[in-house]
T-cell receptor
Framework: GQQLNQSPQSMFIQEGEDVSMNCTSSSIFNTWLWYKQDPGEGPVLLIALYKAGELTSNGRLTAQFGITRKDSFLNISASIPSDVGIYFCAGAGGTSYGKLTFGQGTILTVHP | NAGVTQTPKFQVLKTGQSMTLQCAQDMNHNSMYWYRQDPGMGLRLIYYSASEGTTDKGEVPNGYNVSRLNKREFSLRLESAAPSQTSVYFC?????????????FGPGTRLTVT
């Protein structure tokens, strides 16, 4: 089946720092989604990307759909304590119409 | 608008017991999904329902059954619980039409099987 590799697995940063994480796939995707999961909650959709090369922002978050359609990147600028959580990438399209394949997640810890 | 709701929030079962996890959405979505989340494994699809009246297996369907009761409700049943089914279970829904893949998740059910 399709596999997504998300990195890094975890990050420990100081408040105010910028954060970058990425997802790579062995397969082409038509859609990339980024979710955030707070402790004890369900994942919440942050950004959806539908076009190769697309760059989309949501506040301090910016995500990009890679040109090869096999990768995506998420950047968080000027991190704050409430950015703590697990960030998941998810890909869809190709042979998996309607279904998402999720990365393993990046655990973000922000030190005040 | 409650979005996606799940019951119960927590459950402890003994090996061999059965239970049904309930999920409902009020967004008039066509497609619904059940995932399990285990540490370091991300979210894995158990079953999904592309539209009312249809269900299909996902990545890890063994030991589970589902019912799409109507457009709003999608339940997950464990007939004979095993310790390997200890996990957090999430229900999600999406429009399921066109090229829309955005899924919206419920708060989860934390299940422990002893």
């Amino acid at each position: 089946g399709q596999q997504l590799n998300q990195s890094p697995q975890s990050m420990f940063i100081q408040e105010g720092e910028d954060v970058s994480m990425n997802c790579t796939s062995s397969s082409i995707f038509n859609t990339w989604l980024w979710y955030k999961q707070d402790p004890g909650e369900g994942p919440v959709l942050l950004i959806a990307l539908y076009k190769a090369g697309e760059l989309t922002s949501n506040g301090r978050l910016t995500a990009q759909f890679g040109i090869t359609r096999k990768d995506s990147f998420l950047n968080i600028s000027a991190s704050i304590p409430s950015d703590v959580g697990i960030y998941f990438c998810a890909g869809a399209g190709g042979t998996s119409y309607g279904k998402l394949t999720f990365g393993q997640g990046t655990i973000l810890t922000v030190h005040p | 608008n409650a979005g996606v709701t799940q019951t119960p929030k927590f459950q402890v079962l003994k090996t061999g017991q059965s239970m049904t996890l309930q999920c409902a959405q009020d967004m008039n979505h066509n497609s619904m999904y059940w995932y399990r989340q285990d540490p370091g494994m991300g979210l894995r699809l158990i079953y999904y329902s592309a539209s009312e009246g249809t269900t299909d297996k996902g990545e890890v369907p063994n030991g589970y059954n589902v019912s799409r009761l109507n457009k709003r409700e999608f339940s997950l049943r464990l007939e004979s619980a095993a310790p390997s089914q200890t996990s957090v279970y999430f229900c999600a829904s999406s429009k399921g039409t066109g090229a829309t893949y955005e899924q919206y998740f419920g708060p989860g059910t934390r299940l422990t099987v002893t």
